[in-house]
């Protein structure tokens, strides 16, 4: 059987690495790099809980392949960036101008390491960007994978709809170059035997019309004419093998419990994460509806509306997407009714860190904006824990 060994890439405080290691898997090399921070927050918070790894807190870039070992899966939540390229100017060989840098040093890696799996994750949006020519930048994401021999299939999975107590859409990537589960997963259909269905059933939406929504269409190779003139319309399902993209729109099925904001609520809250009430008015006009005149900084009158959000937010539902700014006066942080209480307030970091499914106080040690600030960069370990099982079951099988 296969060595169970992962390394990971933007590892932020280990959102990957705990789901792993629950579903069985390894981890022997990792790297978290915040540019331009003094302070190494969510490395030092990784480099806590996982001493017995080699961490590296430098830029990806400047970390050779020689340090980083071979291992069986590659792992990372690498950001959404511009990824086009251009042909040199002396002449067409070649590509330079290559903008999403990390993507590319993911690249760098994958074609030195060679790792049998690859599991990648990035926002939803990943699959329509740019705006001006979409799927422009997935597409160079499936044609280097496909270029190195890899098969791939994506997913964009919301956490809550299979249980987990946040609505969090994300675009995962799978990828292989075993051929044995190339032909397990996808001797027939990804959308029947595939690796995402395995972890989380789905079936295929119909049209308006009654038919099918499956789009199958080639991706170039070349990666500066895909750059120049490629679009495409990807679903929240697919696969690509051979440069040829199989794509359809499905919908999730799920029969177990789910976990509701009301689920995760601490008692007996500190006093300084209720609202003021000389705040109340502000979170009212923030959380409401809005049409109303404003004026740009170059004194431009326009219109603005908005629609309202939640408030408070609703406990027998699960939260809403956690961003960066979470528990700060926006109108994205969560306001919640204490159920001891009855009075207004924000969340604390535990709950943030309950949400995403880390352990209690996995942050401590941070300034509370941190905590917040590395919850809402965090991935929903839930997930990651049944993608390990997942995997482990096929190379074990």
């Keep these: 059987m296969l060595d169970k060994t992962v390394v990971e890439l933007f590892a932020g405080v280990g959102g990957f690495r705990v789901g792993l290691e629950k579903s069985g898997w390894k981890t022997l090399f990792a790297n978290q790099w915040e540019p331009g921070a003094k302070t190494q927050w969510a490395f030092d918070c990784y480099n806590r809980h996982f001493p017995d790894s080699t961490n590296s807190n430098i830029d990806i870039a400047k970390v050779p392949e020689s340090e980083i070992p071979n291992h069986e899966l590659l792992v990372g939540g690498f950001p959404c960036q511009d990824y086009s390229v251009a042909a040199t100017l002396a002449t067409s060989k070649g590509i330079q101008g290559k903008k999403g840098v990390l993507w590319w040093e993911i690249r760098r890696i994958v074609d030195s390491k060679r790792p049998r799996f690859i599991l990648l994750e990035n926002v939803d949006r990943l699959l329509k960007s740019p705006a001006k020519q979409r799927g422009r930048d997935f597409g160079i994401i499936l044609s280097c994978l496909n270029s190195l021999g890899y098969s791939v299939e994506w997913r964009v999975i919301n956490a809550a709809d299979y249980g987990f107590a946040q609505r969090r859409r994300r675009t995962f990537i799978f990828a292989t170059r075993d051929e044995s589960i190339q032909n397990t997963l996808y001797k027939n259909s990804y959308l029947e035997e595939g690796f995402f269905k395995r972890a989380f059933p789905c079936s295929a939406k119909v049209s308006n019309t009654g038919g099918s929504k499956k789009k199958n269409f080639s991706i170039p190779e070349n990666l500066v004419e895909l750059t120049e003139k490629f679009k495409a319309e990807f679903g929240n399902s697919g696969f690509c093998r051979d440069f040829k993209a199989h794509t359809n729109e499905v919908t999730p099925l799920f029969n177990g419990p789910y976990?509701?904001?009301?689920?995760?609520?601490?008692?007996?809250?500190?006093?300084?994460?209720?609202?003021?009430?000389?705040?109340?008015?502000?979170?009212?006009?923030?959380?409401?509806?809005?049409?109303?005149?404003?004026?740009?900084?170059?004194?431009?009158?326009?219109?603005?509306?908005?629609?309202?959000?939640?408030?408070?937010?609703?406990?027998?539902?699960?939260?809403?997407?956690?961003?960066?700014?979470?528990?700060?006066?926006?109108?994205?942080?969560?306001?919640?009714?204490?159920?001891?209480?009855?009075?207004?307030?924000?969340?604390?970091?535990?709950?943030?860190?309950?949400?995403?499914?880390?352990?209690?106080?996995?942050?401590?040690?941070?300034?509370?904006?941190?905590?917040?600030?590395?919850?809402?960069?965090?991935?929903?370990?839930?997930?990651?824990?049944?993608?390990?099982?997942?995997?482990?079951?096929?190379?074990?099988?």
């Excluded at 943030?352 to 919850?375: L, P, Q, V």
Aim: hydrophobic share 30%; net charge negative.
């Design 259 to 397: 976990t509701v904001l009301g689920d995760i609520l601490q008692k007996d809250v500190p006093e300084k994460y209720y609202v003021k009430d000389l705040d109340i008015a502000k979170w009212q006009y923030m959380k409401g509806a809005k049409k109303e005149k404003r004026v740009t900084k170059e004194g431009f009158e326009y219109n603005y509306s908005e629609g309202p959000i939640a408030y408070p937010d609703y406990l027998d539902k699960p939260a809403r997407t956690m961003l960066t700014t979470e528990g700060s006066k926006n109108r994205s942080s969560h306001i919640v009714e204490d159920p001891q209480t009855h009075r207004l307030r924000i969340l604390t970091p535990v709950e943030c860190e309950r949400i995403d499914g880390f352990d209690d106080n996995w942050t401590s040690g941070m300034t509370d904006h941190m905590r917040y600030f590395c919850m809402g960069n965090a991935l929903v370990v839930g997930l990651i824990e049944k993608m390990g099982r997942v995997l482990s079951e096929l190379i074990e099988n």
